[in-house]
C-alpha cells in the first residue's frame, strides 16, 4: 500500500504540528485506487482533548469535514495527527483508534519527522508514503 500527498499538504501538517504545545489532528481525504492512496484535501479539526498526549477529535467539525468532501465525491482515505516528544509511531491509544478507524494513520512529530500505518490483521503496518 502507497499513499500519495502533496508536498503542500504534507508541509501544511507538519506546519501546525511544530507551532502547537497539544496534539493536532485530523482527517486526510481522497481516493482509494486499490492499493493505491490519493490525498486530496486536508483539513484540520480541533483537539477536543486540548492534551500534549492525545486526541479526540471535535464531533460537530468532524462531520462538517466528512460532509464538506464528500460533496466534492472525496472520502476519509486517512486520519493524521501528531505526537510531541515521541516518536511519529501509532501509541497504544492510536491502535485502539486504528481499530475504531480502519484507514491510512499519518503521524508526525513536532520536528517535521512522520510515518504512514494501517492495521492489518490487528498488527500495525507501515505504509510508504510517496510525497508529490
Ligand atoms: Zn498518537
Given at each position: 500500500m502507497m499513499m500519495v500527498i502533496r508536498r503542500e499538504d504534507l508541509k501544511r501538517i507538519i506546519k501546525a504540528a511544530e507551532n502547537s504545545r497539544i496534539e493536532i489532528c485530523s482527517m486526510l481525504f481522497g481516493r482509494r485506487n486499490g492499493e493505491r492512496i490519493e490525498v486530496e484535501e486536508v483539513r484540520f479539526v480541533p483537539?477536543?482533548?486540548?492534551s500534549a498526549t492525545a486526541f479526540e477529535m471535535e464531533p460537530v467539525e468532524m462531520v462538517e469535514a466528512i460532509d464538506l468532501a464528500e460533496e466534492r465525491?472525496?472520502?476519509?482515505v486517512g486520519i493524521f495527527h501528531s505526537h510531541l516528544k515521541c516518536p511519529p509511531r501509532p501509541s497504544g491509544g492510536d491502535l485502539k483508534g486504528m481499530r475504531l478507524w480502519p484507514v491510512v494513520w499519518l503521524v508526525v512529530d513536532e520536528k517535521g519527522n512522520y510515518g504512514a500505518f494501517v492495521l492489518e490483521k490487528d498488527k500495525i503496518r507501515e505504509v510508504g508514503v510517496e510525497v508529490v
Open positions: 483537539n477536543r482533548l486540548n465525491g472525496l472520502e476519509v
